[in-house]
């Protein structure tokens, strides 16, 4: 059996991968992997795990150094703020493909109150992207 070291692995992910990490909070993920992804600057990566640790902590580095695209934690953590500025660019993306797919449209249509609604957060998520995007460029 060959053995390989964890740069040949790493080497092996392309940009635009998507990952499945383990851990709780940053205990139990690959430490290892993570930093040397972040040394590998791979980029636009999409994480599935269980939460995204905090700043400085498992996923939370990957965050930090602006390499992934989405992550995908549980529904019940995403109250971190690190899964609140991966998820608010996804959501932002999952309200133009609605509007730009016409499903708002139809949506209108059927239900004018439930429509109002989402406009609303629509427009609310989008000045909350653009403050955070502002406030990464200071």
Excluded: H
């Excluded at 991968?17 to 940053?26: N, T």
């Excluded at 989008?126 to 406030?135: G, I, L, P």
């Amino acid at each position: 059996m060959r053995t390989i070291s964890l740069d040949q692995s790493v080497a092996m992910i392309p940009d635009g991968a998507s990952l499945m990490i383990g851990g709780f909070m940053a205990v139990g993920t690959p430490e290892r992997v993570i930093d040397e992804i972040v040394r590998q600057n791979k980029r636009g990566l999409t994480v599935i795990a269980n939460d995204t640790a905090a700043p400085g902590k498992g996923i939370g580095k990957l965050i930090g150094a602006k390499l992934l695209r989405k992550a995908i934690p549980m529904p019940t953590l995403n109250t971190t703020a690190t899964a609140w500025e991966v998820n608010l660019k996804t959501s932002v993306e999952l309200y133009t493909i609605w509007e730009e797919t016409g499903v708002l449209k139809q949506l209108e249509g059927i239900d004018q109150n439930l429509f109002d609604v989402i406009a609303d957060i629509m427009d609310e998520k989008r000045e909350d992207w653009k403050d955070w995007q502002a406030a990464q460029d200071e």
